[in-house]
Structures are given as structure tokens and as C-alpha cells.
């Protein structure tokens, strides 16, 4: 049992350019989540979902655009990157609101 | 707005002794769930404890143990018996009953614990 898989763990980014974070999860999950972390901020919620085919705007959703086609699966998407979106992105599941996240291990994105 | 305030940005410990780390939130919703996150070096983030906020026995996992005061909105974390294996980042957050689970971050805090 997987959990919760982010690719890639790694990436740098120019200025400008695009990338997709991909999320997976093989627990059946509702609600899964974006969020990013920086230093002294914790972690702030970017975009989430509550099923297959919806997605939400969280707390910070500028830059970002996101999909769930598919239940098992949450795709970020970067589609012109810029510096202040150098920071580590973690994707999360949960079954339902009652219960705990379970996390990916994050991906570090630097842009240049 | 709802909020989580962790006062303490950085804290340390000595091996086997005892640390509580502050947290306080603010909400105006009744039915919610509260939750501390440790964070070690690895980045991954794992589920310490969890407490209901209808609950008003405090929640405990081993040598963890919340005390939660919904009158005061606070929510600490008490530690025993603190292992090296402890040292880690520190995040309380809350999440509202049926408001699409979202997770409320504090800024965490850096616990050190020293042989």
C-alpha cells in the first residue's frame, strides 16, 4: 500500500515555464489537497477537492491551477512559474473531514 | 478568519525530560477537529495526535498527550520522556466538520531534543 506518491521529489523551473505536480493515492480518498510550505508560514492550503471532478480554491490559489479526472489522482499545475512559487508542495488525502491527512513527501520546486 | 497561533518558533529539550509546546486557534464553528503534526528532517509529515473538539477528555498516544482547553481555544502538546527521535517541526492545526476538511496551519515550532 503506497499512501500517497508525488512526483517528482525535485525539480528547478526558469521563469515562465510550466510543470505539472502529479499526485496519486491508492486509498480510495474523497478529499485530497495541495498545499505549500514556506519557512515560518506552516503550511497553506492552495487548491483542494472533495471528489472526482470538483476542485476548490484555497487560501492561497493565485498561479495555480489544478484537476480530478480521475478519483485516484490530483494534478497541480504551474503555468508560468515565477520565483515566488519557489517552495515545497505537499499533496494529502483523506477519507472524510473526521479523519487525519495522510501525506506525499513533498516536492521541492525551485524557479529561477 | 480562522487562525492557528504557535507562539514558540523554536524550543528545546533534554533527553528523557518533559516539553509542552503551545498552541492557540480561533474559530467561530462548535464541531471541529484538532490535530498536531510532526515534521523530522525526512520532510515527511506524520500524525502525532487527534482530538475532537466535542470530546472533552484529552486525547494521548504514548508519551504524547494534548491538553485542550475549547473555552480558551487552546490547544498544547505535551511530550514525556523526550527521545532524540523527537526532534522535528511541530504544526497544530485544526479542520471545521463538513467545511471540505481543510486543514488550518500554525507556523510550527522547532523542537531540539538534546543528549
Known sequence: ?112 | AQTVTQSQPEMSVQEAETVTLSCTYDTSENNYYLFWYKQPPSRQMILVIRQEAYKQQNATENRFSVNFQKAAKSFSLKISDSQLGDTAMYFCAFSIYNQGGKLIFGQGTELSVKP
Open chain 1, 1 to 112: 500500500n503506497a499512501g500517497v506518491t508525488q512526483t517528482p521529489k525535485f525539480r528547478v523551473l526558469k521563469t515562465g515555464q510550466s510543470m505539472t505536480l502529479l499526485c496519486a493515492q491508492d486509498m480510495n480518498h474523497e478529499y485530497m489537497y495541495w498545499y505549500r510550505q514556506d519557512p515560518g508560514m506552516g503550511l497553506r492550503l492552495i487548491h483542494y477537492s472533495v471528489g472526482e471532478g470538483t476542485t476548490a480554491k484555497g487560501e492561497v490559489p493565485d498561479g495555480y491551477n489544478v484537476s480530478r479526472l480521475k478519483k485516484q489522482n490530483f494534478l497541480l499545475g504551474l503555468e508560468s512559474a515565477a520565483p515566488s512559487q519557489t517552495s515545497v508542495y505537499f499533496c494529502a488525502s483523506r477519507k472524510d473531514s473526521t479523519y487525519g491527512y495522510t501525506f506525499g513527501s513533498g516536492t521541492r520546486l525551485t524557479v529561477v
